[in-house]
């Protein structure tokens, strides 16, 4: 098992463009999350999914939008990139059990640079 | 408003002693909390978790306690490792059947063990 991956690792941008970051999990987790963590501040939900097909907003969403096209992908993109969007990104996911989804497992991050 | 708090930034301790995390949070609602730890250009790792039925739960070396009425959690690591110099972040969310799994996280302390 791979876990969870994130691709690329490093990326660095000019302001106004744009990427995506690709999340995949091999887990089978219904849950998926993307975080991002800049000094000082912890880790910052930005959007998430509880299946294949849904999303919603986390705490910090805007310039950010988010698809959950297939159960095991969750992609993050950056539609018009700002130096404000320079941080390290981390995707999660987690399974259902019980009363509530369990602890999640993080992918290694992407650092994104935005010049 | 920060909902979660880790008031150190950083702590050094020597190997074989005692580690102390602390950990406060103010929404009342969370009843379910975790501890992460995370090495410079990897991913967070679950470490232990508690629920509000308990006030303590012991995993190996480590230890995590929760006090409600004071709104706050503390994790012990005994003995202390050089290995355990990371960066460790407390997480709270409400665990639930409408649970989405959301947490939220605390800004993280750096500890630092030494040999």
């Known amino acids: 098992n791979a876990g969870v991956t994130q691709t690329p690792k490093f990326r660095v941008l000019k302001t106004g463009q744009s990427m995506t970051l690709l999340c995949a999990q091999d887990?089978?987790?219904?849950?998926m999350y993307w975080y991002r963590q800049d000094p000082g501040m912890g880790l910052r939900l930005i959007h998430y999914s509880v299946g294949e097909g849904t999303t919603a907003k986390g705490e910090v969403p805007d310039g950010y939008n988010v698809s959950r096209l297939k159960k095991q992908n969750f992609l993050l993109g950056l539609e018009s990139a700002a130096p404000s969007q320079t941080s390290v990104y981390f995707c999660?996911?987690?399974?259902?059990?019980?009363?509530?989804?369990?602890?999640?497992?993080f992918g290694p991050g992407t650092r994104l640079t935005v010049t | 408003d920060q909902q979660v708090k880790q008031n150190s930034p950083s702590l050094s301790v020597q190997e074989g002693r005692i580690s102390i995390l602390n950990c406060d949070y103010t929404n009342s609602m969370f009843d379910y909390f975790l501890w992460y730890k995370k090495y410079p250009a990897e991913g967070p790792t679950f470490l232990i978790s508690i629920s509000s039925i308990k006030d303590k739960n012991e995993d190996g070396r480590f230890t995590v306690f929760l006090n409600k009425s004071a709104k706050h959690l503390s994790l012990h690591i005994v003995p202390s490792q050089p290995g355990d110099s990371a960066v460790y972040f407390c997480?709270?969310?409400?665990?639930?059947?409408?649970?989405?799994?959301?947490?939220?996280f605390g800004q993280g302390t750096t500890l630092q063990v030494k040999p």
């Open positions: 999660a996911s987690s399974y259902w059990l019980g009363a509530g989804p369990y602890e999640q497992y």
């Open positions: 887990m089978n987790h219904e849950y």
């Open positions: 997480a709270a969310t409400t665990f639930g059947s409408s649970n989405t799994g959301k947490l939220i």
